[in-house]
């Protein structure tokens, strides 16, 4: 069965350090990997995606994500934090078998504060 | 902000009543997700409907139905509400059914008394 692991309930960094919200997933065939963002009270905002290409992948807002896959890992970045950034972040993953393995199987969400 | 507009914003429902919440697309966008995102977790897949038809379902009951229009407009309807219900309800249009990203709207707050 597919699913998506953010083992990390809350991240908390300070604000100008690097910031790393980790993803691991498990899914039947090649992964597509999405990073959403919600703010308080609003839906969630498309930050990046990973189809096929280059393990790097650059979003919105100066994030990035790296996959990986021997390690099954999608984790977002960002090299300087700013108070901004704090929210909630999901990881979603689809399989790429058909039926409902394609459709998107969501994290749990990681709280991200980022302090002053 | 995206073009994905959902209404209404709140919603106070008594146990057994009946809802129904809708969802506005995004120009040029054909197919419409909808989730139950409770508080404290992650996105739960209801269904998508994709040209008017439903293209997948997740683990909910038949209570929850759905519908989606020639404008690509969709609704959800929740039949017998029960407390378990009270979640926020997120709708997300994409381009394609499969693997695209999606772009939500507010939500709804469903709370259920």
Known sequence: AQSVAQPEDQVNVAEGNPLTVKCTYSVSGNPYLFWYVQYPNRGLQFLLKYITGDNLVKGSYGFEAEFNKSQTSFHLKKPSALVSDSALYFCAVSGSNAGNNRKLIWGLGTSLAVNP | ?113
């Open chain 2, 1 to 113: 902000e995206t073009g994905v507009t959902q209404s209404p914003t709140h919603l106070i429902k008594t146990r057994g009543q009946q809802v129904t919440l809708r969802c506005s697309s995004q120009s040029g966008h054909n197919t419409v997700s909808w989730y139950q995102q409770a508080l404290g977790q992650g996105p739960q897949f209801i269904f998508q409907y994709y040209r008017e038809e439903e293209n997948g379902r997740g683990n909910f009951p038949p209570r929850f139905s759905g519908l989606q229009f020639p404008n690509y407009s969709s609704e959800l309807n929740v039949n017998a509400l029960e407390l378990d219900d009270s979640a926020l309800y997120l709708c997300a249009s994409s381009s394609t059914p499969d693997r695209a990203e999606q772009y939500f709207g507010p939500g709804t707050r469903l709370t259920v008394t």
